[in-house]
């Protein structure tokens, strides 16, 4: 009853305060048909309340995403189930679902009449424009009287989650002459034997364990070389994404990094449904997903929904280089997705990766992405230089900007894939 009167409206709270100066006017002024319109005044609003907590209206709301994982800028949908047991008819409700800005806008419904017993749907549209994990909810309903006279909310529903999976664009074709796979051979063996170690050697520094002296490679140089790491050589290719928020520009979907993110999935994706294990991993070297290869070109797995979802999540990292230590793929075949690196960082990606090992880069032309030319002689001098370090090392590069199509760089990176011209599986 106290939860009631607390719900009356303004209509209602006016009427009742109408009421009570009508009951005053009518003692001082002696008028008794005044008093009786008085107490009908005052007691309308209080029958309201009697009949709000007499109805014991319950209602019970369900929300389903249809689907639950939704690609960046595709559409998705949002289906409500409504439905009540009371004793009494209820008046008029007004639901409103808390929908991310991200989502779209917030809708609204309004149900003059519903029905006991039986559930009613409704439905709105969603279009995500950002990947990311987002949260839908809570459902509340505005509970109304026929008069308009008490209203009170209730929540109905909680939160749901919504996960916005990254864009993915069809690919087509490999680079030729790949040591790529799950552990299998290749077209070409960059490397001996199964069992051969791959050896990576350096300068000698002062403090370095003379123990670890490669006297091959010092005879061959006349200089001290040292052995940097000998790993067995593993089936596969890793994929390395550089999500650091100093390396990208813009905001939006248009931003360098949703671009590196969406070209990632689609290459990891590509290379998995052609039979080959796949490494997702961060300019760090943590490891997002790491998922062998199966043949069946267009269908879903698990897989692909934890390597989605993990991209999904992903959020920009505040180191300000990128410093892995070692190297990130392990022995497999790297292409690595960078945005603006300094030399530093491209001689830190390059001394830990052998020539005969293949190695590929996309290097994004990040201020092209905030607004920037984005013509080949208008490129930032920083992302040349470093594409030209790299190729210096032996890396396949490829420059991306906004405008340049997906399927375009994914081509060229297998043109440039060794110095090889040819794709494996065609082009489009």
Not at 136 to 150: E, K, N, S, Y
Not at 228 to 239: A, D, L, S, Y
């Amino acid at each position: 009853m106290l939860r009631s009167l607390s719900g009356l409206t303004t209509r209602g709270r006016c009427l009742l305060a109408a009421g009570v100066a009508a009951a005053v006017c009518a003692v001082v002024l002696n008028e008794r048909d005044l008093l009786r319109v008085a107490v009908f005044v005052i007691g309308l609003p209080l029958l309201v309340v009697v009949f709000i907590a007499a109805s014991r209206v319950r209602i019970g709301a369900s929300r389903r995403l249809l689907p639950d994982r939704v690609a960046a800028g595709s559409a998705g949908e949002v289906e409500l189930a409504l439905w009540r047991n009371g004793k009494l008819p209820a008046g008029e409700v007004l639901l409103e679902d808390g929908v991310p800005y991200a989502l779209g806008s917030r809708p609204r419904f309004v149900v003059e009449r519903l029905p006991q017993g039986r559930a009613i749907a409704l439905r709105y549209p969603i279009q995500p424009m950002l990947r990311g994990i987002q949260q839908v909810g809570p459902l509340r309903a505005t509970l109304t009287d026929p008069f308009g006279l008490c209203e009170f909310e209730r929540e109905l529903f909680g939160h749901s989650k919504l996960v916005v999976v990254p864009r993915v664009v069809s690919l087509w074709g490999l680079p030729t002459g790949a040591g790529v796979g799950a552990g299998d051979d290749g077209s070409v063996r960059l490397h001996a034997g199964q069992g051969e170690t791959d050896v990576i050697v350096r300068h000698y520094r002062q403090g370095d364990d003379l123990r670890k002296v490669h006297w091959r490679s010092t005879a061959r140089r006349d200089e001290i070389m040292v052995r940097v790491e000998e790993r067995p050589w593993r089936g596969g290719i890793t994929v390395l994404l550089d999500h650091r928020a100093a390396a990208h520009h813009g905001t939006g979907p248009a931003a360098s990094l949703e671009w590196a993110v969406s070209f990632a999935a689609s290459v990891c994706l590509h290379v998995r449904r052609s039979g080959h294990r796949v490494r997702l991993v961060t300019e760090h070297g943590k490891v997002l997903a790491d998922s062998p290869g199966y043949g069946g070109e267009g269908s879903s797995s698990n897989a692909d929904n934890v390597l989605l979802d993990a991209l999904a999540a992903l959020q920009p990292a505040h180191q300000r280089d990128l410093t892995t230590g070692h190297d990130p793929a392990e022995g497999q075949e790297l292409i690595a997705i960078l945005g603006t690196v300094s030399n530093e960082a491209v001689h830190e990606l390059a001394r830990f990766r052998a020539r005969g090992t293949r190695s590929l880069a996309v290097l994004l032309d990040t201020p092209a992405f905030a607004g920037g030319v984005s013509a080949p002689d208008k490129r930032a001098a920083a992302t040349e230089e470093s594409a030209a370090l790299l190729r210096a090392a032996g890396w396949g590069v490829v420059i991306a900007d906004p405008v340049t199509p997906m399927t375009q760089v994914w081509a060229e990176l297998c043109r440039a894939a060794a110095g090889r011209g040819a794709l494996l599986g065609g082009a489009r």
